[in-house]
């Protein structure tokens, strides 16, 4: 499972879900990339398995490619993980170790920035008569707000905004903003917009009219504005 979910943000109740699985005899294995581990920590909250890609925030700055996955227990799912990586070769290379050690240094300044500018943006989109729809924990008005706010130290800096007018409003705005640069990633320290239903091949299961947003390091003022006359001009 993930939790907050990619693209549309829903939360899942770690600590329940787990209970569900261990009565059923099964594991829960979380994807934790959205929140890293400064914002959630599934092990403590039940999950046996947790994964990472250190590409994003780990990382930190769209540099490095890599992953981790975390076991609750020396247990015999972990040995054969461990020896599958050992077969097969699956281990990053010594720069790429380097790159994510030195992100690792600045992860938590960079979360407490991250966090700061999505809640304004989110903020400031929820309120734009363009915008159907903001996909954002942080929100009291998202669904999962309560459990998020449980279970999370901060709602992240990944959001989703849904246009009023579909995909074409979509692709317009996403084409208009500048600081928004147009990448399929995150977790980085430049902000990123993405029309997701463009890059899921031939069957899309994300609306046509939603933008996936990650929040970067710019400044919250700016980012705002580049938002602000992108939707303006829908």
Not at 2 to 18: M, Q
Not at 141 to 153: E, L, V, W, Y
Request: hydrophobic share 45%; with cysteine.
């Amino acid at each position: 499972m993930e939790t907050p979910s990619n693209p549309r943000l829903k939360v899942s109740d770690i600590a329940t879900l787990a209970a569900a699985a261990h009565g059923a005899g099964a594991l829960l294995a979380c994807d934790n990339t959205f929140a890293t581990p400064l914002l959630q920590r599934p092990i403590a909250l039940g999950a046996d398995i947790v994964m990472h890609s250190t590409t994003k925030y780990f990382g930190g700055h769209s540099d490095v490619l890599g992953g981790a996955l975390v076991f609750a227990r020396r247990d015999d799912h972990h040995a054969r993980a461990a020896h599958r990586r050992h077969v097969t070769g699956g281990v990053m290379s010594p720069f790429n170790a380097w790159l994510t050690l030195r992100g690792c240094r600045s992860l938590a300044a960079r979360m407490a920035m991250h966090c700061a500018n999505a809640m304004r943006a989110a903020a400031f989109l929820a309120e734009h008569p363009a915008i159907a729809r903001v996909n954002f924990p942080g929100l009291p008005t998202h669904p999962g707000h309560a459990i998020a706010a449980r279970q999370m130290s901060g709602f992240g800096a990944m959001l989703s905004i849904e246009l009023a007018g579909g995909r074409d409003a979509a692709l317009a705005v996403a084409g208009r903003l500048r600081l928004f640069q147009n990448a399929t990633s995150l977790g980085g320290c430049e902000s990123l917009v993405e029309h997701r239903a463009s890059v899921e091949g031939a069957h899309p299961t994300s609306p046509q009219g939603l933008l996936r947003l990650s929040v970067g390091l710019e400044h919250a003022g700016d980012l705002v504005a580049d938002l602000r006359q992108a939707l303006d001009a829908a």
